[in-house]
Each structure stands twice: as structure tokens, then as C-alpha cells.
């Protein structure tokens, strides 16, 4: 779909240009910080609610107990990264919009906002609920579009970060630069231990 436009950096966009916050590669972003976000053991509100912002979401204060049902749903969204293809993302991604998903449907949130899909199931639908459905339904388009997993999990054993693949090419590894370049440089002094 030539309409998703992608987001400059991999920081979050600027709060006014609604259209790139809410573009599917957007969400695909927001979703994956968000669940790198609540990986933690005991993530705090204040910083998960700091991601949510970052996207453009107002009016948001949540309790420990908000941040805890969303790491449900972030759990349940890590398995599509996880997938090891195409055909195993789809089979979770399947999973997640059949149990916990409601019906298309489109919102104007009361014409405050241009027409967009939803697939939660009201426009205040608890955070947990519309993480979920709004992750499923970015990602979902993101494996429609380029028949390829929409991210993957960081290969280096001491991360374990989510990430959102972009463009084509080789397949990504890492979720950053960074890890990729720790990994490279643990793998050299290895093989040099190995060879003296």
C-alpha cells in the first residue's frame, strides 16, 4: 500500500502532523515501543504513559493496574515478532484478532480527529484493549502489504527488544546499530581468543 508513509527517524512523530502519527508504520512503531516499554518487571506508569505520549495520544494517566493489563496485551503482541515467518506471524497475528479484537469499524472520536479504523471495541475502550486491536490491526497491514513478518526480536542475547522491519533487503537482526555493532565486535574477540 503506497499510502504508508515512513516515519523520518525512528523517534516518534511530531504531535501535529496527524496523518504520520496515525500511519500504519506509526502505530507498527508505537506498538513496538510500547512493548519494549513494558518489558520490565514492574514498568513505570509514568514512563508507558511517556511512550503514549511521544505518539501524539492526549489525556493519558495511567494506573499500575492499566500498565499491568497492558503488558497482557504487549506479551501477546511479542509472539507476532517472535514468528519465525510469514505464515506464523499471520497464524498469531489471527489468533490475537480473533480473541480479542471487535469489529471494523471507523471513528472521528466525535469529529475531533479525520475518519481512521478501529478495531477496538468503543472509542474509550480501556488502553490495554486499544493497544491490542489498534497493534493487531498495524501489523496486520504491515504482513498484507509486504508479505513478510512486520518485525522481529533483537538477536543479541543481552537485549531482546522488538523492532519493526523497514524496507526490503536482508532480513534485520538487531534492534539497533548499537546491538548489532556489540554483537559484531563480541563475535570478533571470540575468534581471536579461539585462534591464539
Known sequence: MRYIRPVPS??????????????VLT?????????NA??????????????????GETDVDLSSREV?????SAALLREVFAADGTDTAAAALNRLL?????????SSHGGTTPWHPHLDRADDAPWAEWFLASSCLALAVLLWDRRRPPGGTCASPSCGDVYV?????????????RC???????????????NL
Not at 499491568?68 to 497482557?72: N, V
Open 68 to 72: 499491568t493489563e497492558m503488558r497482557a
Open 38 to 55: 513494558l518489558t520490565d518487571d514492574d514498568p513505570d506508569p509514568a514512563d508507558v504513559a511517556a511512550v503514549l505520549r511521544a505518539y
Open 10 to 23: 525512528a523517534t516518534a512523530p511530531t504531535p501535529d502532523d496527524w496523518s504520520t502519527r496515525h500511519s
Open 180 to 194: 548489532a555493532t556489540r554483537e559484531r565486535v563480541a563475535a570478533h574477540r571470540r575468534a581471536k581468543r579461539e
Open 98 to 106: 480473533h480473541a480479542h479484537t471487535g469489529r471494523l469499524r471507523l
Open 165 to 177: 522491519t523497514q524496507g526490503s533487503g536482508q532480513p534485520r537482526r538487531y534492534c539497533s546499530r
Open 27 to 35: 502505530t507498527a512503531q508505537r506498538t513496538a515501543d510500547l512493548i
